[in-house]
């Protein structure tokens, strides 16, 4: 289903979003087949994929009604009703990401209005306040908290709760992973130089991703934030292995259980970029410069396999530390 | 500017179907009440003839003596599986009195469709169930809950319980607060002015289905519901992945009708020059009974959200056309409910 | 790994031997979630000292998530507990979260959204933690017929799920222990009901046995002998009754001796506690740390 909004002369246009990417609940990776059923969420509407380098689908959209506050940095009041769009992805029949996000619109009414009004407009949300684009988009990414006054998360979340109630998973769990969030707000405006900023917050689950783009790259830009997403739940996935593979050495337990499932099912989808619109590509590569994804990714596959290594040499001589002393 | 999520290359092909200006519901009926006598249906033609031509006369006064108009009966023989109906008869039989009557009447009927094709549709006889498509799961996908005030997407919402509410419901008095003097409190209509109409309509029941040996729910579809995806047939804004679903079958000059109900095509185009089945807009002769019947039909369709692809698709040809159409695809039907005399 | 916590009675010590065993398995390295699901009386907060959650949350608690949806909050312990043994755990350990109770509890929704509901938020779990400890109420509870209906259900069917079934050291505790497991309506014949294998689930049950009496405290070798004997043979009474009951050594998890601390207060007992201040025994940490490690432990759970 596409998401149209109809003519927006107002100026610069806000659409927030949150991705949540976790393990698809099964033990191996799920053949492409499978992928494509499991996604078959909405009856007579088709599922997307494309193969290469990995493969990728997408579920078809659905909406959520609200009609709620919204969050602005400055705490300014802000109110919107309409309807949020969400969907799932599965990448490479292993990582299961659900993404939602609305276009925050100004409402020509200060009144909420029929309701097939907000449904000929899929994913907008009108706001009947008198608000600006940045406060909105700046306030939804400080808006993480407990209780958000708009939880696309929640939205996402039961995405992923629906896709994986699929009847032939095995919801087997071939190696530990967090689910991780990432919230992400865009400013479309056509004067506007193309900019990805990504900030770590203190919640160690949460990233914020703000984006400024030119109005016509909507769609690239939210196919950016999930592919960024993906990414950054690899590095966190793969952080967290190393972690406990750490600890397992530390208390006399064998680390490899712990790595080569990782290193045999994350490792290939590693893959910046690939799903990514050329034109957003400019984001990715600032953000290799700064802070360095792939970079560290090598990094950490590289400790990785030293430790499976060292293990590997451990058990063929015997168990003995090595090098022998 | 326009907003769009999701990228060109993306976007399923949304294949199109012929379109007439106007199509006109000439009746609705049960099954059974045709297989016993012809007299219903000859009152029902009786009193919608005279709208059937002065609707199609108005059309052809707007665009042109060349404007598209079609005519259309829809009979009634959905059954649940544990509903007791009568054993039908040969569909040729009906099929034929349909048509005869109709001459008798001054008009020719163009279309029968059966209504539970609205369920599970068919474009050619014969097509086994496991082949046929589930419209009714397609419309039902397509529900929307209206929010209350205040839902931020947190909680999801009322689950699938097979009603549809236009506001919110009324408590139940052991879930309004405790030891009120009077826990009664009213339902609510969503953005009301002053008053409320309150509606709540059952889309469908879920029964438990042992045909398989094991419980399997299943849903049972109200006659509202399938009326609403007939509605949706024709403005011809239903498709499964892209493509038309429920497609009139030529029933030419030889006709070889399958002697069983659930063996017939969704739609049967009886008439070998009818325009186009699904229209711009529809129009429907109804007894006067089928207005709560036709109230929820229009409550289901504001709640649905349509593929925006094919409002686009439609919208364009209309353009083409210079037919100007409403947005709302409740506003593009319009009935006379018919009395006694 | 889930480990669902219950036991026939109330005030068997349920709450704090199994929080303490949650503790023990983080120290152990692992990342461990403990679940309130004791909607009568969640008392996991206090017991890990975390002020806000002292009986429970106010809002965002496994209560409200199951009767409407709303995301339960996570409480990271290292970060959340009052007690400074709970902030300061060993870098070895893994990461310890409380999932609590909602403080008022409550009616639930329309029943049959609870078990998908319950599925989706254990899936969850399993995926980001070793070992999630499920406090169930005491008794035939509706929480414990939930956790045999959702662990009955072919979604859960690869998830490893062990049931301990705490009791005192009394004839009354181990009769009534007995009558949850297998007696009518018990849990065996509850899961029965829901789709377990009867063998197997019976395979997945271990009793705990808590505040147990050292006979070999000086309270009795150093008191008057004829009390000592006399416990004596209390002592292998009950082993018998226990014995006859299904409750003997091939289905016991552990014994908790009884603590001294933990007559006083519901806490978790840290290394500290033991070795620092010395208020506590090391043979009840010596306990906890045993039943944590058998948890996972294959032979333990071999078939009987
Ligand atoms: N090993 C023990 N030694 C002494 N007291 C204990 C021991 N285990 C638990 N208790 C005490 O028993 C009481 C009941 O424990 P609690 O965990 O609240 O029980 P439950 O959860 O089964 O209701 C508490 O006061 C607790 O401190
Ligand atoms: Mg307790």
């Known amino acids: 289903m596409n998401a ?6 107002q100026g610069p246009l806000v659409v927030v979003g949150e991705i949540r990417t976790c393990l698809v609940q099964n033990f191996a990776a799920l053949p492409d087949n499978f992928v494509g059923q499991m996604l078959k969420v909405v009856p007579g509407q088709p599922v997307y994929s ?57 409402a020509g009414a200060d009144q909420r209005r029929a309701w ?107 196919r950016f934030c999930e592919d960024l997403a993906l990414h950054d739940w690899l590095l966190t996935t793969v952080s967290l292995a190393l972690s406990q593979a750490d600890r397992a050495s530390a208390l006399g337990r064998d ?20 799903h990514v619109d050329p034109v957003m590509l400019p984001l990715w590569t600032g953000l290799e410069r700064h802070p360095g994804f792939t970079h560290q990714w090598q990094l950490l596959v590289a400790r990785m396999r030293d430790k499976i290594a060292y293990r590997m040499i451990q058990l063929r001589d015997g168990g003995r530390p090595w090098p022998a002393t | ?8 290359s993306d976007t399923p092909q949304i294949e199109e179907v012929a379109l007439s200006h106007l199509s006109i519901e000439v009746g609705h009926l049960y099954r059974e009440d045709l297989e016993d006598s012809d007299e219903r249906l000859r009152e029902q033609f009786r009193r919608a003839a005279p709208w059937i031509e002065t609707a199609a006369r108005t059309v052809k006064s707007r665009h042109g003596g060349k404007a598209r108009v079609s005519t259309c009966f829809l009979v009634d023989d959905y059954t649940p599986a544990d509903s007791q109906r009568k054993p039908a008869g040969p569909p040729s039989q009906i099929v034929e009195m349909l048509v005869e009557t109709a001459r008798s009447q001054g008009f020719t009927l163009d279309y029968i469709v059966r209504e539970s094709g609205c369920a599970l549709s068919a474009d050619k006889p014969g097509v086994e169930p496991s082949a046929q498509v589930d419209l009714a799961d397609i ?27 236009n506001g919110k419901r009324a408590p139940k008095p052991d879930e309004s607060a405790a030891m009120a003097p009077n826990p009664w409190q009213p339902p609510e209509e969503y953005g009301r002015r002053n008053h409320s109409i309150f509606v709540d309509v059952e889309l469908w029941a879920k029964v438990e289905d042992w045909t398989s040996g094991a419980a399997l729910l299943r849903r049972d579809f109200s006659c509202a519901f399938l009326a609403a995806v007939w509605q949706l047939m024709r403005l011809g804004m239903l498709r499964n992945e892209g493509k038309p679903v429920a497609q009139p079958y030529r029933l030419g000059t030889d006709p070889n009708l399958p002697a069983e109900w659930p063996d017939l095509p969704t739609v049967l185009q009886v008439n070998e020059r009818a325009a186009p089945f699904s229209a711009y807009r529809a129009f429907s002769l109804l007894p006067h009974w089928y207005l709560p019947t036709e109230h929820a039909v229009r409550h ?8 925006a692809a094919i409002v686009r698709q439609i919208a364009a040809r209309a353009a083409n056309e210079r037919i100007t159409l409403p947005e709302s695809v409740t506003e593009r039907l319009g009935y006379v409910f018919l009395d006694e005399c | 790994m889930l480990i669902f916590a219950t036991s026939d009675k109330g005030g068997t010590g349920r709450s704090v031997t199994g929080c303490n065993i949650a503790y023990r398995r983080a120290l152990q390295g692992e990342d461990v979630a403990y679940l309130d699901f004791d909607f009568g009386s969640p008392t996991a907060g206090a017991i890990f000292d975390i002020p806000d959650a002292e009986r429970g949350v106010s809002d965002r608690g496994l209560h409200s998530y199951l009767r409407s949806g709303l995301e339960p909050v996570e409480l990271d312990i290292a970060t ?11 870098p070895s350990s893994g990461r310890l979260v409380l999932v609590p109770g909602d403080r008022g509890g409550g009616e639930f929704g329309r029943s049959q959204e609870l078990v998908p509901r319950c599925i989706s938020l254990f899936n969850r779990l399993e995926q980001e933690y070793a070992v999630s400890v499920i406090d169930l109420s005491a008794g035939r509870s509706y929480a414990a017929d939930l956790a045999l209906a959702v662990t009955g259900d072919e979604r859960m069917r690869q998830v490893t799920s062990r049931w301990l079934v705490f009791h005192r050291w009394t004839r009354q505790h181990i009769i009534a222990a007995n009558g949850l497991v297998f007696g009518e309506n018990g849990i065996l014949e509850a899961g029965k009901l829901h789709g377990h294998d009867p063998q197997r689930l019976r395979d997945s049950i271990r009793f705990v046995r808590t505040a147990v009496v050292n006979l070999e405290a000086p309270q009795f070798t150093m008191g008057r002998p004829a009390q000592e004997a006399w416990s004596r043979v209390c002592n292998n009474d009950l082993k018998e009754l226990a014995a006859r009951n299904g409750l003997g050594l091939s289905t016991l998890l552990g014994e908790v001796p009884l603590d001294p601390v933990l007559q006083w207060r519901e806490q978790i007992i840290s290394d500290a506690d033991v070795v620092v201040s010395k208020i506590a025994n090391p043979a009840t940490v010596e306990a906890f740390d045993a039943i944590a490690a058998r948890l996972s432990e294959d032979s333990t759970w071999e078939g009987l």
């Open chain 1, 4 to 9: 149209v909004a109809p003519s927006a002369e």
């Open chain 1, 50 to 106: 494309s193969k290469r380098p990995v493969s990728h689908a997408t579920s078809p959209d659905r909406l959520t009604g609200l009609d709620c506050a919204l969050a602005s940095y400055s705490r300014r009041k802000a109110h919107g009703c309409g309807t949020a769009l969400s969907h799932a992805t599965v990448t490479g029949g292993r990582i299961l990401q659900g993404s939602a996000r609305a276009c925050l619109l100004p």
């Open chain 1, 116 to 222: 097939r009004h907000y449904l000929a407009r899929p994913g907008v949300v009108e706001i009947t306040t008198r608000a600006d684009p940045d406060d909105l988009a700046e306030g939804f990414l400080a808006d993480h908290g407990r209780d958000p006054a708009l939880d696309l998360g929640a939205i996402s979340e039961r995405v992923i709760d629906e896709v994986q109630s699929w009847r032939r998973l095995d919801h087997g769990t071939p190696l530990r992973a967090r689910r991780t969030r990432v919230l992400w707000a865009a400013v479309l405006d056509s004067e506007i130089k193309p900019s990805a900023r990504i900030t770590l917050e203190r919640d160690e689950k949460v990233r914020t991703v703000r984006i400024n783009a030119s109005p016509g790259d909507l769609p690239r830009a939210m």
């Open chain 1, 255 to 274: 680390p490899v259980e712990l790595l080569q499932p990782v290193v045999d099912q994350l490792v290939p989808l590693w893959t910046p970029g690939a």
């Open chain 2, 1 to 8: 500017m326009d907003v769009v999520f999701r990228e060109k």
């Open chain 2, 139 to 165: 419309v039902a996908g397509m529900i929307v809950a209206e929010p209350d005030a205040g839902d931020n997407g947190s909680r999801p919402p009322t689950a699938d319980s097979g009603w549809l509410a």
């Open chain 2, 300 to 307: 289901i369709l504001e709640h649905l959200s349509l593929d």
């Open chain 3, 80 to 90: 959340e507990s009052n007690r400074e043994s709970l902030r300061d755990m060993p």
